[in-house]
């Protein structure tokens, strides 16, 4: 008999569980105008952007990005409401 993954409740932050929340969330995302791949998420007036291998940011506004998807330059002038 297989052994589940245990689940992981010590999470740094509650990021999965905004990504898995396309809907009803609190949490502004910003997605790429292209091709919507989520590139971070607004919280208490700063843009959380995560990359890969666990590397987070926390920004003022503006803040811009590039997709890690198609490339395109995105840019986010104001927290989002
Ligand atoms: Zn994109």
Redesign the pocket.
């Known amino acids: 008999m297989p052994t589940p993954f245990p689940s992981r409740q010590a999470a740094p932050t509650s990021w999965s569980g905004v990504a898995t929340t396309r809907s009803n969330t609190h949490n502004s995302e910003w997605r ?1 105008t ?2 919507e ?1 989520l590139l971070g998420v607004c919280r208490d007036g700063r843009m959380h952007l995560r990359f890969a291998r666990g590397h987070e940011y926390l920004v003022g506004f503006p803040v811009q990005a590039t ?1 890690r ?2 490339g ?1 330059l995105n840019n986010a002038t104001a927290p989002m409401r």
């Open positions: 790429c292209r091709c791949k997709c998807g198609c395109t």
